[in-house]
T-cell receptor
Framework: NAGVTQTPKFQVLKTGQSMTLQCAQDMNHEYMSWYRQDPGMGLRLIHYSVGAGITDQGEVPNGYNVSRSTTEDFPLRLLSAAPSQTSVYFC???????????????FGPGTRLTVL | GQSLEQPSEVTAVEGAIVQINCTYQTSGFYGLSWYQQHDGGAPTFLSYNALDGLEETGRFSSFLSRSDSYGYLLLQELQMKDSASYFCAVRPRSDYKLSFGAGTTVTVRA
């Protein structure tokens, strides 16, 4: 099992550029989510999905789009990058359970994004 | 969203015991989770409390009291490798979003 994989590991963009952060998992988890983490801060939810074809907004969705065409993949698109989007981005997956399985999320290694 | 409060930093010596508190304001949630994150790494799951009481996993224990809106993570026999950030998180009954606290940085000194 590869678990949750993310690409790229590092990325530098110029203001106004767009790009897609890739996330894939091989654990057949229905629930997937994207977080951003800024220095000294916790994880803030950007978007999440409870299954293929279903997505919803999290706490900080502005400037980001997602889609979920398969169970395995959950890409995050930055539409027009801004310096405020400089952050570390983590993708995570879990079972959509209300019990322990739902409370245990598996995180990818993260993408470190810098917007100049 | 949910509001979870944790102390920002804790420092202790090797072999000591550290308790990281997490207080929350939410009308209802399924359980309280704890995650560990080393510098530059991804968060990793440590424990989950669905019911009130203590859950023990090796040197780490986690506690939940719904009536007090409070939980804690207990780190025993501290080791240098325990230096990391620790986050509490809850999933509310209203949706599938997992909300995280801002995290507590634990520094273990020799």
């Amino acid at each position: 099992n590869a678990g949750v994989t993310q690409t790229p590991k590092f990325q530098v963009l110029k203001t106004g550029q767009s790009m897609t952060l890739q996330c894939a998992q091989d654990m057949n988890h229905e629930y997937m989510s994207w977080y951003r983490q800024d220095p000294g801060m916790g994880l803030r939810l950007i978007h999440y999905s409870v299954g293929a074809g279903i997505t919803d907004q999290g706490e900080v969705p502005n400037g980001y789009n997602v889609s979920r065409s398969t169970t395995e993949d959950f890409p995050l698109r930055l539409l027009s990058a801004a310096p405020s989007q400089t952050s570390v981005y983590f993708c995570a997956s879990s079972y959509p359970s209300t019990g322990r399985l739902g409370g245990e999320q598996f995180f990818g290694p993260g993408t470190r994004l810098t917007v100049l | 969203g949910q509001s979870l409060e944790q102390p920002s930093e804790v420092t202790a010596v090797e072999g000591a015991i550290v308790q990281i508190n997490c207080t929350y304001q939410t009308s209802g949630f399924y359980g309280l989770s704890w995650y560990q994150q080393h510098d530059g790494g991804a968060p990793t799951f440590l424990s989950y409390n669905a019911l009130d009481g203590l859950e023990e996993t090796g040197r780490f224990s986690s506690f939940l009291s719904r009536s007090d809106s409070y939980g804690y993570l207990l780190l025993q026999e501290l080791q240098m490798k325990d230096s990391a950030s620790y986050f509490c998180a809850v999933r509310p009954r209203s949706d599938y979003k997992l909300s995280f606290g801002a995290g507590t940085t634990v520094t273990v000194r020799a």
